[in-house]
């Protein structure tokens, strides 16, 4: 927080426009929210009472997430692009990995996951990619995680991660929330958004996370979700996510 607050006060000279002042306050007010990804995923790992298996896609540096994970069994996919060594146990991309997965190239790599994290490329072609692809192996009760799915300026959502010195500062979702409100719409699925750490999005096949959204957004103009971002996501908090869960 203090790192942050300290890049502000850099730019303050730009950081006096409209725009730059209302990405610090919200890029603030959601470092200040409830909840992270990893108990997100914690609470899904412990709702099954019994030993779960886990794969996570983008996992950049494991202290960060993975290693925090609760699962008995665990698999991390990353190409490494990122990074100076590429601890993951699967260093490749996502499409290489399901690709193999599917040809059972990957020995001692289970047919189903209990629970899959989406945080690699943050693209919404790619991100649908991957949420296509783990809905093939997820398990009947499972779930799929997407990280990054309520970005809250459109400077956040941009589709490249540079312009360090745009509205959102260093922080960057890109552009996954597109992919998961595509898949918001598809009424064989169960969804929603639990509102920390920059959007968590869920969906489940059996799980009664939430109805399919019946809002349209053909061109997913970022102002139209901004307008309707509780409706398009499904947006709940911390408390809530952990009533559902716990039902």
């Not at 490749?92 to 289970?110: A, H, I, N």
């Not at 922080?171 to 920059?198: E, P």
Request: glycine fraction near 6%; hydrophobic fraction near 35%.
């Amino acid at each position: 927080m203090k790192k942050y607050i300290t890049y502000f006060k850099q730019v303050r000279g730009i950081s006096r426009d409209p725009f730059f002042k209302k990405g610090e306050k919200n890029s603030l007010e959601e470092l200040k929210k409830i909840g992270s990804r990893t108990e997100v995923i914690n609470k899904l790992v412990s709702s099954f009472n019994r030993q779960t298996t886990y794969l996570e896609i983008g996992v950049r540096d494991p202290e960060d997430n993975f290693s925090k994970i609760s699962s008995a069994l665990k698999f991390s996919v990353d190409p490494g692009f990122e990074v100076q060594e590429n601890k993951a146990d699967f260093p490749c991309t996502s499409d290489m990995f399901f690709q193999r997965l599917k040809s059972r190239e990957w020995k001692g790599v289970p047919d189903q996951f209990d629970v899959i994290f989406i945080d690699g490329l943050h693209t919404a072609e790619q991100a649908d990619r991957d949420i296509a692809n783990s809905l093939e192996i997820l398990a009947d009760g499972g779930f799929i995680v997407i990280h990054d799915c309520n970005p809250p300026t459109e400077w956040h959502a941009r589709e490249e991660f540079h312009f360090g010195r745009s509205p959102a500062g260093k922080y960057w979702n890109g552009t996954s929330w597109k992919a998961f409100l595509k898949w918001r719409k598809n009424k064989d699925i169960y969804s929603c958004c639990v509102d920390t750490d920059w959007g968590v999005g869920l969906i489940s096949k059996k799980f009664l996370l939430g109805e399919a959204t019946t809002l349209a957004n053909e061109f997913y103009e970022y102002k139209k979700f901004d307008a309707h971002r509780k409706e398009f996501l499904n947006l709940i908090n911390m408390e809530e996510f952990t009533h559902l869960i716990n039902k």
